[in-house]
């Protein structure tokens, strides 16, 4: 394991990011500024029904007008469906419904903003126009667009084959053991949630370019991607079916994806399939309208929970219903969101012994949902603390002590969670005490006061979570379902001049990898961090790989680059042993300088960098020349960062505003590479989860399925002055499978924080009576709840 050297750029230190340079001075590269010879656009007619036969599209006159070059519908496309990354079986044993899912409709369209037709014209502005002389007649069909409805008799149909709407019905847990704890329990608390539909929104939208090359048969694609290898994967075996030699994947400089970015995208089948077709480049970008109909929505569950508790208030058994919306079609990971990511993770920090979780997923006329920033792990952390906190006001037990009350003991570890996961490692009472020590739990009536006095409400919430990421290990998750296995590769290229290249599969999009990255082989290498570059991006130049989400990169990737790392060092030292006359086993190396033991006999890394592509008087016949080596890293289990949030806010009784005063975060993410880096991603999740707990909310018409918030007039994005000053701490107990002792920092944000902030709303008004709130706790909605509570009282 690497220690780090406690160099100033090594692992441990706030190294500044080497890669914002080019972002800061308008230098990045992104999908939209590369321009192809040749190049064509392309614009999507895309479907204004939620729910519509296609009778007829007539395209002649669009086919006429200034720079079409050609137009493409369903009836065109002759190549397969995008297909889903995971397979799931239903509690009988069937398995889930997968519907077909072709770039273009071919008769029928299923939400707003489905494929129809795709116009490709010398300029982008030809293409748009032309599509609006495209004459497609639709016959109308009732949609069915509300999740708590869509399984009902009666209900429209999205899919023939998925009767009341229902794509599986899954369960996870004991049943049995569940219904016998119920049995005795002294006390049930029972909750119902809303986890609100949210709309990613990365500062980039979506775009990609397809190109073909006449003279080879190959395919290019650049695209918006956070994988650009699963994409090939995906698209070169599945939909096109171009052998993976013709087929390159260029992810490059990426403006955020949140998650919204890892799913195999029509858009992105389109343009390679038409660069074909066209024997040219096709360049779509999505404009911000497209992104809020099309891009991959995310959360979207409806919940019920009940918690069984002995007398003294200590957790017997947890069941819970969840009813997951997947919107029209299957995306690549949606199947696994509200099982495997959501469910295995209802144990969260406690040691509750029976769990019990059935799970629906539904086809609705939406746009799809997948995977957002925390997938299906906010979404439990939110019901988990939700009920843990009605529990404790039921019981009359202190919230802070239900919870110590009910965490896993520190020396249970490794812990066997009821529901699939096991535990490495973990301290919750050691980020619990001490983010109640930093946001000065103890001094909260006084301040409550003054804000009483001044009119106001003002509550304090606290939420406890865990998070099962670093994902991964391909044995697991294929033993779930997954289709493709989850390691990661990294490969090391020490260049003559002793200055190395880092090829990672794993993809950066604002986490700030050539940064980290660099950081971790500088310090095993003893070399400065200016002499690592680190390359990710193009399938071309990187091996393999299986890119970044599920706050995976560092604890896989990062893990691959180790692996990568002790493989040079172990050939290195075989060029020293050479260089120094000595035996392989006496060598060794600390700090970039290769010594034997014992003696004053010494050689740097350098020195034996270029010995190894200058091989005069080299042992040939022993070792090959060249200093370069991949790793292929798989790892054992999933890491499991934990932490305590807490957030303070006041509510203005008058207008229902509420203000987030102060939010804590103490966080266990294992070893930390970088801490400044870590505590920014920390920043970025917590505000995300604000977004969620107060701003933001999809709403669609529920009779025209029309998507009513189509854009920032109508879906409320946190702004700065939504977001607190957030002090972030750290407990670190080390992750036991990885070599480096790391676990995710990407998400635990997201996740921890919408159920403090929620608490901290209903601890303000808890004096009027209010007892619950649905997210986002806007200032209609917390108004309407005071109201609701002062006629009931
Ligand atoms: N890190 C560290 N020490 C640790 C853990 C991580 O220094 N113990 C560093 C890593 O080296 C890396 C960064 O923190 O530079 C995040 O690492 P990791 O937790 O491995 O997460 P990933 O790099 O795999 O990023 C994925 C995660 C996810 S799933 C979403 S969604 C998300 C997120 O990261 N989307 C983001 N953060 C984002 N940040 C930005 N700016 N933009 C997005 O789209």
Redesign the pocket.
Known sequence: MPEGTGSATGIGASVKRKEDFRFLTGRGTYTDDINRPGQTYAYILRSPHASADIVKIDSAKAAKAPGVVAILTGADYDKGGLPCGWQIHSKDGSPMIEPPHFPLCKDKVRHVGDQVALIIAETYAQARDAAELIDVSYKETKPIVSLADADKPGAAQVWPEAKNNTCFDWHIGDKAAVDAAFAKAAHVTKIDIVNQRLIPN?MEPRAAIGDFDRATGEFTLYTTS?NPHVIRLLMGAFVLQIPESKLRVVAPD?G????S?IFHYAEEALVTWAAGKVERPVKWTSDRSEAFLTDAHGRDQINHAELAMDKDGKFLALRVNTKANMGAYLSTFAPCVPTYLSATLLAGVYSTPAIYAEVKAIFTNTAVVD?????GRPETTYLLERLVEKAARETGIDRVEIRRKNFIPVDAFPYQTPVALQYDSGDYFSTLDMALKTADWAGIDKRKADSKAKGKLRGIGISTYLEA??IAPSAVVGSLGARAGLYETGQIRVHPTGSVTVFTG?H??????E???A??VSDGLGIPIENVEVSHGDTNKIPFGMG???????????SAIVKAMDKIITKSKRIAAHLMEASVADVEFKNGVFTVVGTDKSVPFGTVALTAYVPHNYPITELEPGLEETAFYDPLNFTF?GGCHICEVEVDPDTGTVEVLKFTAVDD???????M??E??IH??VAQGIGQALLEAAAYDEESGQLLTGSYMDYTMPRADNIPNITVGNHVTLCTHNP?G???????G?IGSPPAVINAVLDALLPLGVKDITMPASPHRVWQAIQTAKKAA
Request: proline content about 3%; overall charge positive; glycine content about 26%.
């Open positions: 990365a956070q990426v955020g994806g949140f998650g970015k995977a957002y920033r925390g997938a990421c670093g794993t950066s999009h604002g986490q700030g990898h940064t980290t990255f950081q971790l970044t989400y599920g706050s995976r990169s560092l604890a896989v990737g990062g960062p993410i294992g070893r930390v590479i970088n801490p880096i870590a920014g991603q970025g999740g480096l790391a676990k995710g920092v990407g998400e635990v997201a």
